[in-house]
């Protein structure tokens, strides 16, 4: 059973280099209670890609989260409010 809820959503934008990009991880529990960690990237307003790894406890699935997330900071990319549709 997944201890806390793991999900987050970054982007990295540059006008100049003409890059809109985001970064989205979530680690939940498999049907058979196995832990999964789910990514999604691509550019911004598209479906993007995505991959899940599977784990068997969840320890291993955060230090992956975590280190991807580290990579992924010093890269540039930053956490995003919500946006609001009105």
Request: glycine fraction near 6%; charged fraction near 30%; proline fraction near 1%.
């Amino acid at each position: 059973m997944i201890s806390q809820p793991y999900q987050t959503y970054i982007e990295r934008s540059d006008r100049a280099r003409n890059m809109a990009r985001f970064y989205a991880m979530t680690i939940d529990q498999t049907l058979f209670g196995k832990a999964c960690l789910t990514r999604r990237w691509g550019r911004i307003g598209t479906s993007g890609r995505s991959v899940s790894h599977h784990f068997e406890r969840e320890q291993e699935a955060v230090v992956l989260f975590l280190d991807l997330l580290r990579r992924k900071r010093n890269r540039g990319y930053v956490a995003v409010r919500a946006r609001s549709d009105a």
